[in-house]
């Protein structure tokens, strides 16, 4: 409520806007995905593209209590 996400979004706004590579996603959905890339073994492309990216935003980070896998 006091514009995290607002000011998140305005700074990758500017990161593109001088050519950079922004990624912005939930933190809940990166996890779901990292957890699921483990499953069907593409953990290593996805890690190799998280890791390639200019500027990776995260928004809304433990915002709600992790179960104990997810926590893992």
């Not at 933190?27 to 290593?44: G, I």
Request: some cysteine.
């Amino acid at each position: 409520g006091v514009g995290k996400t607002f000011l998140a979004t305005a700074l990758g706004h500017i990161a593109c806007r001088h050519r950079y590579q922004v990624m912005f996603t939930r933190a809940d959905e990166m996890l779901r995905t990292l957890r699921q890339s483990r499953l069907d073994n593409s953990r290593e492309a996805l890690m190799t593209q998280l890791c390639t990216i200019d500027l990776l935003i995260i928004d809304d980070f433990a915002l709600e209590p992790m179960t104990r896998d997810e926590s893992r």
